[in-house]
Every structure is written in structure tokens, then in C-alpha cells.
């Protein structure tokens, strides 16, 4: 059987394996000049390959329709890309939050290591061509007209079976442009809105978020609620970083993940109805936190307010924090009555933020949307419109949180794909 696969992401690469693996002849199609571009940047350059959770918790971790993963999640786990990589030299580490790294700490290392499998199984990768039709004829794919970077002319190549992983929106200097959509749509699928997930988000006090642009909270305990019903929306434990917008970093990321799927998102983000709440001091209660404000204020007691938080703060939180508790900056530590301090404990217990919206999707780490997952044949992967056209990866309207998730999404349906 003759597969072509549009896209060498991931989804894409594992697709490859998989088909391959059955003795099938497998041609990856690849606009970009390589294969893997997104790839390289996930994990901040490292490539958080996978978790290390059991696969019964992975769905949990998928907001975005993570029931119609069951099959692909089952055909294809963590422990078959860990094996897959260590077959080709490639040893991997786990650090906090269950996430796998490669050891080497290099995404390329981890792109490699499947290019050398797609080598290994005489994969036929062609780069710089453009897929720009699926041919089909009776409802049943034909093959594909493509357009080679060094050749004008359009071609038409044949194929048995066509795998469309081409990724979503985000991160388009990769090559995933929404082309996979278009060409879906074009044969009769539909696509759920697409927008942008794990995203940073912009904060209505802009300038305080500026102040302390390229700071990083380790270990702080965040919140978003709901003002006008009081309800918790999303909450989480971990690391953040603000920037001259407004917030990002890991606990941000997945929150965006659960906010954009909140009902009326949008007229409360309008209203200045989602506030983000951060316990700058979770392991303290209010009480215990006044107990060690005092204990400094004792230290400090000559000084200048404004000198007296070092031991508490990073320092480009100091002057934010100072301006909204209200005290005078230039007062003496033993001039600060009781009801300041305790002012004090509240804003660090409860530092809030107005959100007031989502950046660009090509800040997203991944799209939310795609291909509607009705008319894809969860088992397989298969179209339920076009015979012998599957789907595979973030072109599925499927999205999960951080933690490697998202990889391990791509290749499990790449692999279902492939095998099918």
C-alpha cells in the first residue's frame, strides 16, 4: 500500500514509523527544508518529549476532548516513544512535574533520533513540497498535487491512503499555517473555531506587569475566579513569570488551556471579570506570615520601609508591592501600625491581577480547534467523509495542558494512523 503523509512534524514522523513498520511505502511530503522545526523549539530548546504519569491519567490532562483518545493512547504510550528513542541512542531523564527530557537536553537529539528510525525503514522524505490539493475520486483518496520548491511545474502523486499532519496555527515561522484546514474543508470537513491554547495573558495593569517584566515566581499558588458568580475558575501550584504584557510561565500556560473553554469567556474578560489570584507565600498562613513580617520589621526596625522587604521579596517586587500597600515608602519599619501590616500580609497572600485577554496565536504553544472530531473514527483515525484519509496530531481538534502532553498526543494518533 502507498501512504503519503503531508507533514513532518511528529504526527507526522510517527505516522511514518508506523505505517512503515507494516511494510507499507511511506513518502512524508514536508514544506518546510526539514522536517521537525516545531519540534526544536518545544521545551524551550530541550523538548519535553512525554510524562511519565500512567496513560490512565493522560486524558485527564487533555481539556480538549481528551475522551476521543482512548484508542490512540492505548495503541501508543509514553513507554513505545521512550523505546522508540533509545533504539536510536538516545537516553532520556524525568524532572519535577513528571516531565521527560531527553539527557542530553537538546530537542535535536530527539529529532534525530526518529530521523535515524525513518532512515532505518526506508521512509522517502521530500522537503520543500507544498501539498496544495488531496485528490479523491468517489469519495475515496487518489493521492495529492503538490509543488516542489526547485520544480514550477505542479505534480501529482498517487497514493493508497493520505495522513494530513500538518499541525495547527501556532508558531507559523514552523510551517504550520492552518493549510491542513483548508485543504480538510475542501473535501467536506468541518473545523471547530480555532484559537490559541497554552498562551500568555494580558493583564489590564500593564504597567505594574512591565515593572517587573522577566521575573519569575517559583513555587507560588495562583488562582482565577470568576467576580461576578465568585467561583473559582482554575487554579494551580507552581512556576510564573511576568512580562511587559502581562503573565506566562508553565501554571499560566495550562490555565489558558482552561479559561478559553470557559462559558462567556469572552463578555467576562470585557468586563474585568476574571481576576488572577497569587499566593506569593502559600506555605504560610496569613497568621504565620505576620508572625515573620514582624520578626523582620523587628530587625529592620530603623529603617526605611522601602529597605525593609529584601528577605522576603525578589527585588523587582519590592516597589510594586510598596505602592499598592499603601505605606509610605520613606516611614520608618517602627512607625507602621498594625493595620498596615496586616494590609501588607493580605496583598502578599492575595496579589491580584486583571486579565484581560489572550496573546496572539503565534505565541500559542498549540491551537485549540481543528478538525471536528465527529467525523474522524476515533479507533483509526480515519475520515468518516473521504475513504483512505486520516488525520494525526494538532490538526485534530484535541489540546491538553503542559507537561509533554501535547507530544504525546501527536504521536499517538500519528502512530494509530499509520497502523490503520
Known amino acids: 500500500m502507498k501512504v503519503i503523509i503531508i507533514g513532518g512534524g511528529p504526527a507526522g514522523m510517527l505516522s511514518a514509523i508506523s ?18 522545526k516545531k519540534l526544536l523549539i518545544t521545551g524551550k530548546g530541550r523538548c519535553n518529549i512525554t510524562s511519565s504519569l500512567d496513560m490512565s491519567e493522560f486524558i485527564k490532562n487533555v481539556p ?18 521512550i523505546k522508540i528513542l533509545e533504539q536510536n541512542n538516545v537516553k532520556v531523564k524525568e524532572e519535577r512535574g513528571n516531565r521527560i527530557f531527553p539527557e542530553s537536553n537538546k530537542s535535536l537529539s530527539v529529532l534525530n533520533a526518529l530521523l535515524q528510525e525513518l532512515r532505518k525503514l526506508k521512509v522517502d522524505i521530500q522537503t520543500n513540497t507544498k501539498v496544495t490539493k488531496i485528490l479523491t475520486k468517489e469519495d475515496k483518496v487518489i493521492g495529492v498535487i ?5 520544480n514550477p511545474e505542479e505534480q501529482t502523486i498517487l497514493a493508497d491512503k493520505v495522513i494530513l499532519a500538518t499541525g495547527g496555527k501556532s508558531y507559523q515561522s514552523t510551517g504550520s499555517t492552518g493549510d491542513g484546514y483548508v485543504m480538510a474543508k475542501e473535501l467536506g470537513h468541518s473545523i471547530t473555531k480555532i484559537r490559541p491554547s497554552l498562551v500568555p495573558l494580558i493583564c489590564k495593569e500593564k504597567e505594574l506587569c512591565k515593572n517587573m517584566q522577566g521575573l519569575s515566581l517559583k513555587n507560588v499558588s495562583i488562582k482565577f475566579i470568576n467576580l461576578e458568580n465568585k467561583k473559582v475558575i482554575y487554579e494551580d501550584f507552581g512556576e510564573m513569570l511576568f512580562t511587559h504584557f502581562g503573565v506566562s510561565g508553565p501554571t499560566i500556560l495550562s490555565a489558558s488551556a482552561h479559561i478559553l473553554r470557559y462559558k462567556n469567556v469572552e463578555n467576562l474578560l470585557k468586563e474585568d471579570k476574571i481576576k488572577l489570584v ?20 523587628e530587625e529592620f ?20 508591592i510598596i505602592e499598592l500597600s499603601g505605606i509610605d515608602l520613606n516611614k520608618r519599619v517602627n512607625e507602621i501600625n498594625k493595620n498596615e501590616r496586616l494590609n501588607l500580609v493580605k496583598l502578599l497572600k492575595n496579589f491580584s491581577l486583571t486579565i484581560k485577554g489572550f496573546r496572539d496565536i503565534n505565541e500559542a504553544i498549540i491551537t485549540a480547534g481543528g478538525i471536528n472530531i465527529k467525523e ?41 494512523a499509520g497502523m490503520n
Do not use: W
Open 19 to 36: 505505517a512503515a513498520r507494516k511494510g507499507d511505502t511511506v513518502t512524508i511530503l514536508e514544506k518546510m527544508n526539514m522536517c521537525g
Open 64 to 81: 480538549g476532548n481528551g475522551k476521543f483518545l482512548y484508542s490512540a493512547f492505548s495503541n501508543f504510550t509514553n513507554q513505545d516513544i
Open 146 to 150: 503538490c509543488d516542489k520548491a526547485k
Open 278 to 297: 497569587i499566593d506569593l507565600k502559600p506555605a504560610l498562613s496569613e497568621d504565620k506570615l505576620n508572625h515573620r513580617i514582624l520578626k523582620d520589621f
Open 301 to 320: 526596625k530603623n529603617k526605611q520601609f522601602k529597605n525593609s522587604l529584601e528577605n522576603l521579596l525578589p527585588k523587582k517586587m519590592i516597589d510594586p
Open 376 to 416: 474522524i473514527n476515533s479507533s483509526t483515525m480515519e475520515s468518516k467523509i473521504i475513504k483512505g484519509l486520516y488525520f494525526a496530531g494538532e490538526i485534530i481538534d484535541v489540546d491538553a495542558y503542559t507537561g509533554g502532553f501535547n507530544l504525546q498526543i501527536a504521536y499517538s494518533t500519528g502512530y494509530t
